[in-house]
């Protein structure tokens, strides 16, 4: 297949002088964009186009992208007239083996691009000799295995993708080669085992990705001589164990640890020592029971996600030790208890925490106080039912409080004494009775308040929306309907003022199987003060009865059925009898 300048001889002529005064050949089935870039992805090359589409890119090309293709072989020397070439891509092809020395020619190359072939293996040379390559992505792919030296004589290797293969197990002699590397991507692999050492040439590593294997555990040979190293992967394996002293050979710079999605049940002492620098520690989504005390202890941690465990409670001595956190996620575990001094050792630090969806019934004085810089609290979706009076106290800076799905009667102005700069607080789906709060009448900025209702008498054409609380601070409530997948709102947009302390409204008109968004809001004093309490709901279908006329044979008339049956029977007999007489004809 070759690619030429098509058409007359002499047009041709005009056409190459105005290609050398201002422009630059392209071969017609590519895009180009001066002379250093060259698209020639989605044009159905094959191997046998390769070599005459070559001959026909500008020389001086930095950038060829022949993605989406159906070449199958990079062969040795093809792209050895392209010596100018900084980044090569050959993603979306069929590629499954390379020659020897396959892109030695290309001295500049800095990024080769391979992800989505169809690659296997990986033999030695493949990309030696290219001293300013910094990038290869040779990520989705079927590799399964690499020769030793496949690497070697590339003293500028920066990054490599070669997650979504077919690995197996990483040794040190594999990755020997590779001293300036900073990012590795080895996930969703089949890593089974990391032998002692396997990094430990790996000196400028910063960020290593082994999310996606099947490794069962962690052990601190694994990454010695990391002395770099700042984020390390470990997400969605099978690990059930972590050894002590893993991470301390990169205790001067690791800043994230991510085992999250893993089966970790116990968390020992002196595991993450060393991890001076540690900022973020995700332990999220494992079978944790028991953390010992101590087990964060030196740590100065920005996050620390410990939801979607099992956790039972909160020991006195958890947090020992610990410097800082500053935003913590307890949510999804099984926790009813917590030490009133569990969270004292990172009180002057803490800025947000997580406790939602457990098993906590009381909220004791204590647990919460003194703590200067938190500003959200989540306790939803719990059992709460008792809130001990200046449980929140001196909390000077809260501004979201989410009680919601909890099982709160009442809300009293003493419960949230001390909270004065709240700005969000959610009490939704409550058996609330009685709600009352502090005098919010000088604040010069919103707080929103958002409280819940419920419908009864549910008919189609007609709702009675009610709110449990009849002792307030409210001056009057007022009503606001609006249709939601209804053309029809009988409802006029304003709102309607109600009675002062009327505990339901019934609405009236509405159309049947159609959605509703009611409002009923009370109105105070503060203009500031909004508070929100809203639902949903759906009227029910109009049933329509219809009966067809039926007349009972005992008085000697038939009934419209039988009559359309016997009619029925007498037609097919007719129909009978007329073939027979014309095949007797």
Request: net charge negative; aromatic share 10%; proline share 3%.
């Amino acid at each position: 297949m070759m690619f030429s300048v098509k058409g007359d001889y002499p047009c041709c002529l005009v056409l190459l002088g105005w290609l050398l005064a201002y422009g630059v050949a392209c071969p017609e089935i590519c895009s180009c964009v001066g002379e250093s870039y060259a698209y020639c992805d989605n044009a159905n090359i094959t191997d046998d186009d390769v070599a005459f589409l070559v001959k026909e890119i500008p020389p001086k090309t930095t950038y060829l992208d022949l993605s989406h293709n159906q070449i199958t072989q990079v062969t040795e020397n093809m792209f050895s007239e392209l010596t100018e070439i900084s980044v090569l891509d050959l993603s979306y092809n069929g590629i499954s083996r390379f020659s020897t020395d396959s892109f030695r020619s290309l001295h500049k190359v800095q990024k080769i691009v391979l992800h989505h072939n169809n690659i296997t293996r990986l033999e030695n040379r493949t990309f030696m000799y290219l001293p300013l390559l910094e990038q290869v992505d040779l990520s989705f792919n079927k590799i399964a295995f690499l020769d030793y030296c496949v690497f070697s004589s590339t003293p500028n290797f920066a990054k490599i993708l070669l997650n979504h293969n077919a690995l197996a197990n990483i040794t040190a002699s594999l990755l020997a080669s590779l001293v300036t590397l900073s990012h590795l991507d080895l996930s969703a692999n089949v890593i089974n085992s990391i032998s002692g050492n396997a990094f430990s040439h790996l000196a400028g590593l910063k960020t290593l990705n082994l999310n996606n294997n099947s490794l069962t555990s962690v052990d601190m040979s694994s990454f010695a001589g990391m002395s770099v190293l700042e984020h390390l992967y470990l997400e969605f394996n099978n690990i059930s164990s972590v050894s002590r002293y893993s991470f301390e050979s990169s205790k001067s710079t690791i800043k994230g640890i991510h085992l999250k999605h893993n089966r970790l049940k116990h968390i020992q002492t002196l595991v993450f020592r060393g991890a001076q620098e540690l900022q973020m520690l995700d332990l999220s989504f494992n079978e944790i029971e028991n953390i010992e005390n101590g087990a964060f202890g030196g740590l100065s941690l920005d996050v620390l996600q410990l939801e979607h465990n099992r956790l039972q409670e909160i020991p006195a001595s958890l947090f020992s030790s610990c410097r800082k956190v500053r935003v913590l996620n307890l949510s999804n575990n099984l926790i009813s208890t917590i030490n009133t001094n569990s969270l004292d050792s990172i009180k002057n630090f803490i800025f947000e925490i997580n406790l939602s969806y457990n098993a906590m019934a009381n909220l004791l004085a204590g647990i919460f106080n003194q703590m200067p810089f938190l500003q959200t609290l989540n306790l939803a979706n719990n059992s709460i039912s008792f809130i001990e009076d200046q449980a929140l106290r001196d909390l000077r800076n809260l501004r979201h409080l989410d009680l919601s799905w909890n099982r709160l009667a009442a809300c009293s102005a003493s419960m949230l004494s001390g909270v004065d700069v709240l700005t969000h607080l959610h009490l939704q789906y409550n058996p609330l009775i009685t709600f009352s709060h502090p005098d919010f009448s000088a604040r010069s900025s919103e707080v929103n308040i958002h409280l819940n209702l419920t419908v009864a008498d549910l008919t189609s054409n007609s709702a009675v929306v009610r709110w449990p609380y009849k002792n307030g601070a409210q001056l009057y409530w007022s009503r606001f309907v609006n249709c939601v997948n209804s053309e029809h709102c009988p409802f006029r947009p304003q709102p309607e003022f109600l009675a002062a302390y009327e505990t339901e409204v019934k609405l009236e008109g509405l159309d049947s199987d159609s959605v509703y968004y009611v409002c009923v809001n009370p109105a105070f004093k503060s203009e500031f003060l909004i508070v929100s309490q809203c639902i949903h709901f759906r009227t029910s279908k109009e049933i329509i009865v219809t009966t067809l006329p039926f007349v009972n044979l005992s008085t000697g008339a038939i009934s419209s059925a039988s009559f359309l049956f016997d009619l029925k029977r007498i037609l097919i007999t007719l129909l009978i009898a007329k073939l027979c007489c014309s095949f007797a004809k």
